[in-house]
């Protein structure tokens, strides 16, 4: 309906309108015909019966905004809104990147401190996915292609050398820059009004991962991080990428400084980021190494399968590889409340939560860098 836009009456002769027809819509099972039939009787009685006077139309309207509003309401109680029977949809089984980890056609986070190796570990999950070998944990990798988004390191100097370090197929492995070139220059690639060049690349490389490191570095100017609303719609577009395209979509997120006890609460920007994922983890340093060479993987947040054991880890640097890389040292009893908790100073034994490691560990010398 065209006019006149904003007159109260006008809306409330519209809601009284929309409210009959869900009335007549339960009684005459959505029969768009009769539903039709009925708001025009209503109408008709509204201009002689008082009783109907609710539905007299008001005089500002003219006879075809008379009918464009029947048509309008009619459309909206006869849309399913209400979707499809739950025994009409087919179930689907859930893909996984990584078994029980890692959800393939959403959104994952990893959270953590600078310095820890967040990013390292990034680059060890893309060069298995691009290389096809098995998980930490022994789960099956399928080989596929790897977007990566890096706005903090150099592609030559640091992210092509540690894929080397992590024996990454590297033709199947996409550096996507920070700053792309624009009709003006230079500028910054930003989410979410990059997303089809993302989808793009995603598209033409048999992707299966994507990795946002950090994702704070490209979120455009107009989403507020810490504002709930912002963030979920530009997240929701993102999501759905994911889901379209059916691959797992890593954000890399900073800690913030609110010192909180619970996890969930920890990683950079609103409370939309965590809850717009399916799945999240922290790194944190092992409380239980006294050398602080340990790192725990600790879930946050699995929607879609029960809480993984956490996971320990530690860069090394071989003598012919400029830069560290991450070998896996098994499961460890720690969680992520635990690397957020304050240390404890009850003189509990260190070690106590470590499990130990399966597999045979390679003699490597300890890396400085994360």
Same mark, same amino acid.
């Given at each position: $309906? ?38 025009? !009787? ?13 539905? !007299? ?39 996984? =990147?990584?078994?029980? *980890? ?8 990893? #959270?953590?401190? +600078? ?53 990454? #197929? ?8 920070? $700053? ?6 230079? !500028? ?11 989808? #793009?690349?995603?598209?033409? !490389?048999?992707? *299966? ?20 609303? #912002? ?18 979509? =890593? ?12 996890? $969930? ?16 983890? $922290? ?38 590889? +400029? ?21 404890? *100073? ?25």
């Amino acid at each position: $309906m065209s006019e006149p836009v904003g007159d109260p009456a006008v809306e409330y002769w519209r809601a009284d309108l929309q409210h009959l027809a869900q009335q007549i819509a339960l009684r005459a099972e959505y029969d768009r015909v009769e539903i039709e039939s009925e708001l025009r !009787r209503a109408i008709a009685k509204g201009k002689e019966d008082p009783l109907f006077a609710r539905y !007299r139309p008001p005089a500002s309207l003219s006879p075809a905004s008379i009918e464009a509003a029947v048509m309008e309401v009619v459309d909206r109680v006869t849309t399913p809104l209400l979707g499809r029977r739950a025994s009409e949809i087919e179930p689907e089984e859930i893909r996984w =990147l990584w078994p029980g *980890r890692i959800p393939s056609g959403t959104l994952t986070t990893i #959270d953590g401190d +600078p310095g820890l190796g967040k990013s390292t570990l990034t680059i060890d999950f893309a060069a298995r996915v691009s290389a096809g070998t098995p998980w930490p944990d022994g789960g099956l990798c399928e080989a596929g292609g790897v977007v990566l988004l890096s706005a903090e390191d150099n592609p030559a100097s640091t992210i092509v050398p540690r894929l080397a370090a992590a024996h990454a #197929d590297l033709d199947k492995v996409h550096c996507v820059p920070a $700053m792309i070139e624009g009709s003006d220059g230079p !500028r910054p690639l930003t989410i979410p009004d990059d997303l089809a060049l993302i989808e #793009d690349a995603i598209l033409k !490389r048999g992707t *299966r991962l994507v990795v946002i490191d950090p994702l704070n570095a490209f979120l455009s100017g107009r989403v507020d991080t810490y504002r709930d609303q #912002d963030v979920r719609r530009c997240l929701a577009a993102l999501a759905s990428l994911a889901e379209c395209t059916k691959v797992a979509t =890593l954000i890399i997120r900073h800690l913030n400084k609110r010192g909180d006890s619970n996890p $969930m609460y920890r990683g950079a920007g609103s409370i939309g980021l965590i809850a717009a994922a399916r799945a999240g983890f $922290m790194v944190g340093p092992d409380p239980d190494d006294a050398e602080g060479n340990r790192r725990v993987f600790a879930p946050v947040k699995c929607n879609l399968a029960v809480f993984p054991p956490s996971l320990l880890f530690r860069l090394v640097q071989d003598q012919a590889d +400029p830069v560290a890389h991450v070998e896996w040292l098994g499961e460890t009893t720690v969680t992520a409340l635990e690397l957020v908790r304050e240390p404890e *100073r009850d003189g509990r034994q260190r070690g106590s939560n470590l499990v130990p490691c399966a597999t045979p560990r390679r003699r490597t010398q300890t890396g400085q860098t994360g």
